[in-house]
C-alpha cells in the first residue's frame, strides 16, 4: 500500500475558509482550560506518590514534556500552519500511514479522555447529592457532556467566550483558598518524599501518568490554526503564556493546601473541594465546588474542541467518510464530528478516573513522539522553509526537544500498571488495523493534502 502522501499547495485547507475565527484572550482561555482548567482531578497524585515526589512531578515534567512539544509545534506551525496540525505534520513528514496513526491514536484515545471529565463532575458533587450513584452518575455526566457538545457545535466563537467567563469564574474561589490556607500553614508541604513503604514502581508509574495527563496535548492547538486570527503571531503567544500558567496552577494551591492540613494519605480525586471546606469553612466549600464543577466543564468544552478537528480534517484528507468532516454553514463547524464524538463520550462515562487516565497516557505519547519526530524529519527534509519561530539551541536543542520527552514516556511506560499493559497496546494497535480495514474494504484513498501558499512542498515521504 502507498504510505507516501500527494502534497500541494493551497490554503490551509478548504474548511478553514468556512470557519470562524478568534483572537488570542479567548484561545488562551481555551488552551488554558483544555491543559488545565484549574487545580482539579489530579488529586490522587499526592496519595500515590507522596505530597514531595508529587509536587516534584508537577514542577518539572513539563519541562521534559510539554515544553519540548509546545517548541516543537511551534516551529512545524511556522512553515506549515495548517488546520489539523500536528496531524498533517506527520503525514507530510512520514507518510499516509503514519499520518492515519497520529490522527487516529489522537481521537480514540480522546474518547477516554473526554469521558473522564464527565465522571470527574460527577465525583465533585457525590459528597453533597448522596443519591448520585450508578446510572444517574451516568447520566449526570452524560447530560452534561452533550450540552458541552451543543456549546461547540454553536461555534468556535462561542466556546472561547464561555471559556473565557468559565475560567474568571474558576480562579476567584482558587486565589480564595490560596490566601486562607496562608494563615494556616501548620506542615511541611513536601513530606514525606514518597509515602512509606509503597514500591518505586507504584510510586512512579501512577504519578508520572497523571503529571503527565495535567501537562499532555500541546500540540492540540495546531488542530485549529485555522480558527486563530494572526495564527503565526497568537499561536507563539499562547503557548508562552500557558505553561507558567499552568504549573502554579498544579502546584500553589495544592502546596498551600497540604500546608494546612497535612493530611496527604486522604486526598483523592475532588479532594480539593474538601480541604477547602476544612481551611475556610463552608463558604469557601461550596465556592470551591462550584468552581470545581465549572472547571471540569472547561476542560470539556476545550477538549470537544480541539479534539474534533482532527477527524473532521481526516475526513477531509479522505482517510474516513466525507461526510463526518462537513462544515456547518451556520456555524462554521464540524458539526458531524462534534456529536460522533460526543456519544462515544456518553457511553464510556462512568469508568474509574486513574485507570482511564492511565491508558489514555499510552496514545498521547505515541501522538506527542510522532509530532517531536515529525520536527526532526521536516527539518531535513525542508531544511530552507522559512522559520519565523525555530527551537533554541540549533541541532543540539532539537535533539534535547526529541530525547528528553522520549526518556520520560519510557519510564513512564516501563512503570505502567499490570492492566496498563493488558489494554494500552489494544488501543494502539486498533490504529494500524483501522487503516488496514479503511483502505482495503471501504477503499477509502487518501487525497492530496493541503499546505500554505507560500510554502514549496518537500519530497514524497517514506516509510
Known sequence: MSTSPQVKSASAGPSSAQMRQIGFLPLLALFYGYTAGGPFGYEEIFQGSGPGMSLIFLTFVPFLWSIPISLAAAEMNSILPVQGGFYRWVRVAFGDFWGFQCGWWNWTGTFLLNSVYGVLLMDYLHDYIPGLTGKWEWAGAALVLCLLGY?????????GGLAVALQVAVLIPVAWLCIAALFHWHYNPVLPLVPPGR???????KGLALAMWNYAGYEQLSSIVGEIKDAQKTFVRVLAWNTPLNILTFTVPATLAL???????DWQTGYIVTASRLIGGTALGVAMLVASIIG???LSNSTILYTTRIPATMAEDGYLPAWLGKIDPRYGT???AIVVSTVVYC?????????????YIWTRIATSMLTLLAAWKLRQTMPDAPRSFRIPGGSLGLAAAIILPGIL???KIYYSEPFVFRYAPWLLAAGPVAYVVLRRVFKRVPTAMTIGPNVSPPPMAGN
Open 151 to 159: 456549546m461547540n457545535v454553536r461555534g468556535v466563537q462561542v466556546a
Open 199 to 205: 514500591p518505586l514502581g507504584s510510586v512512579l508509574g
Open 259 to 265: 500546608a494546612a492540613l497535612g493530611n496527604w494519605q
Open 296 to 298: 471540569t466543564a472547561a
Open 334 to 336: 464540524p458539526a458531524r
Open 347 to 359: 457511553l464510556l462515562a462512568g469508568t474509574k478516573v486513574v485507570d482511564l487516565v492511565s491508558i
Open 409 to 411: 514516556c519510557a519510564v
